[in-house]
């Protein structure tokens, strides 16, 4: 009996509690698999691959002047000439490539705000959504600056050429290593194939570039 009133008192110590949810479902856990990766795409290709074409770009102009002069100071101004063009190189098309991208979705959001007669409805949110080709830019001329940052600053101690040389293709192959596996990382890929992807391709640029300007430096045109 005194079991029976504390049940009918509502005080039972096995009484459970079920939530009910005002739309009548239970909320359901936030699957990692659906998440659209499209919004961190952008920056991923303006930073990586500007990072990899400064790193690169401009190791192969500092070992092609090696190639055919021992002087630092020419290694090292032939690297700053290509840090600076092909940071601006850099800007210029991204900028040209994200706002061209960006001309031609804003015009499809005013085709279908017109073919739905939604000519009110205020375009902001979703002209937030869209790439900014200013911001592009910026990352694609800063990430190439910070790898070309790289060869030079491996080079600007070393007086000896030989050693300059070597420490140069040692620290380009351990930033492609990195940029490689940075890039993987983000975007969701094998690591192991990306880092040696982009490391042999390093490498092949900066192999052809020595050997054409040794060809053509002994060659005494």
Not at 37 to 66: E, F, I
Not at 108 to 136: C, H, I, S, T, Y
Request: glycine residues 10%.
């Amino acid at each position: 009996m005194a079991n029976l009133g504390a049940r009918i008192n509502g005080i039972s110590s096995n009484q459970v509690e079920i939530p009910i949810h005002s739309d009548g479902m239970e909320p359901k856990p936030r699957d990692e698999s659906n998440i659209d990766y499209s919004q961190r795409a952008q920056w991923l290709r303006a930073a990586v691959l500007g990072a990899n074409d400064g790193l690169v770009s401009v190791a192969s102009l500092m070992m092609g002047v090696g190639a055919v002069k021992k002087d630092i100071s020419a290694m090292l101004i032939a690297g700053f000439a290509g840090l600076v063009a092909g940071a601006c190189s850099m800007a210029i098309g991204e900028f040209v490539s994200v706002y061209t991208q960006y001309d031609i979705e804003m015009t499809q959001l005013k085709r279908e705000r017109e073919a739905n007669n939604n000519g009110g409805v205020d375009e902001e949110p979703e002209r937030e959504k869209l790439p900014n080709p200013f911001q592009a830019a910026l990352a694609s001329a800063l990430a190439f600056s910070i790898g070309a940052l790289v060869p030079m600053l491996a080079a600007v101690f070393i007086r000896n050429h030989k050693i300059r040389m070597g420490v140069i293709g040692a620290a380009v192959s351990l930033a492609l290593l990195v940029f490689g596996g940075v890039g993987a990382v983000l975007g969701k890929t094998p690591v192991m194939r990306s880092c040696l992807r982009v490391l042999i391709g390093g490498w092949m640029a900066m192999a052809i570039t020595f050997g054409l300007t040794k060809l053509i430096g002994s060659a005494e045109l």
